[in-house]
């Protein structure tokens, strides 16, 4: 996961297509990805929990938040992925959408601005 998320940051649309399931391969993928990784500059990734994915597992689950400069916004994708192995490599299946995590009032913002949460993207409007 770890790797697709370098790959996309270099920009590396071969390994980003190589590591994708090619059940879940679509014809536009390379274009999907392609705009995906031209369009945003990534900022960080934090891993939030991981399931199985180890050498001797199968399959292997991976909760990350990976923030992300669109433009002048900072963005969150917090998402639950879905990997399997298949002959020793892994392969990403599919992954589930989840709600922007929200820090404490006090913490810091996910967007790495270092201010608080609540003096930033947690800022009442
Ligand atoms: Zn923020």
Redesign the pocket.
């Known amino acids: 996961m770890r790797s697709r998320y370098s790959a996309y940051c270099l920009k590396n649309i071969d390994y980003l297509i190589q590591t994708h399931h090619p059940t879940q391969r679509k014809s536009n993928s390379r274009k999907q990805i392609t705009a995906t990784a031209n369009g945003v500059t990534w900022l960080g990734l934090t891993v939030v929990a991981t399931r199985a994915g180890q050498p001797e597992d199968q399959t292997g689950v991976v909760e990350f938040v990976a923030v992300y400069q669109e433009g002048y916004q900072?963005a969150q994708l917090h998402e639950r992925s879905r990997f399997c192995q298949e002959q020793g490599q892994w392969f990403y299946l599919d992954g589930e959408m989840l709600p922007p995590v929200r820090p404490n009032r006090n913490q810091p913002?996910?967007?790495?601005?270092g201010?608080p949460?609540k003096q930033?993207?947690?800022k009442k409007r």
């Open positions: 900072a913002c996910w967007c790495y601005s201010k949460f930033c993207h947690g």
